[in-house]
């Protein structure tokens, strides 16, 4: 058993590029559909990197239609819905992967079975709020208040957000009960 180096997050991959200036990988298999893998997907690509596939467990695209579009479609990125990576590949790094298809209990189907060459593997299988520090705190979070008089909470630390529009709206309304708690 190994444990290859070139397995990111969509997150830590997203700070390597943005942030360090790094790419992460030359050969890239994404693990999910939803708006940040897609969005991964294209910036890849964009970077120079070539991205493989995009294995989705699911039947279809958990991210937007737009995204599919602008950032796979537009990119001729192949994505295989109802698949898994059943195997991963590598001593030091990441060489590839086996992809099988699922049927609607998630079991394998025998005989689809096929490989691909890749050097990195990025998860995009979805995210939690993160609101460790709340909930170690023992503040339990009851829309945009908690429990605990004068604290407030919004965006990624009270739950995942598709579009921006939405964090926007939310936070609106979470600063008003702040302003109307002060006001009290």
């Known amino acids: 058993m190994t444990r290859p180096a070139g397995i990111f997050s969509a997150g830590l991959a997203q700070k390597l590029i943005n942030i360090e200036g790094l ?3 030359r050969e890239v298999v994404i693990v999910g559909s939803g708006d940040i893998g897609l969005i991964m997907a294209r910036r890849f690509t964009l970077e120079g990197a070539k991205v493989k596939a995009i294995i989705e467990i699911q039947k279809e695209s958990m991210g937007l239609l737009r995204n599919m579009i602008q950032c796979v479609e537009d990119f001729d990125i192949p ?3 109802n698949h898994k990576i059943s195997w991963i590949y590598g ?3 990441v060489e590839k992967v086996s992809v099988v298809k ?3 209990n998630l079991n394998e189907i025998p005989g689809t079975l096929f490989e691909i060459k890749c050097d990195t593997i990025l998860m995009s299988v979805g995210l939690i709020p993160e609101n460790e520090l709340i909930e170690m705190a023992g503040v339990r979070i009851e829309g945009g208040r908690t429990s605990a008089p004068g604290i407030f909470v919004c965006g990624n630390s009270l739950k995942i957000y598709d579009v921006v529009d939405s964090v926007t709206a939310d936070s609106f ?3 008003r009960l ?3 708690y002060m006001l009290s």
């Open 102 to 104: 699922v049927d609607d």
């Open 79 to 81: 994505v295989y819905f």
């Open 173 to 175: 309304l979470t600063g």
């Open 91 to 93: 001593k030091d790094r």
């Open 178 to 180: 702040a302003a109307n």
């Open 23 to 25: 790419l992460p990988g």
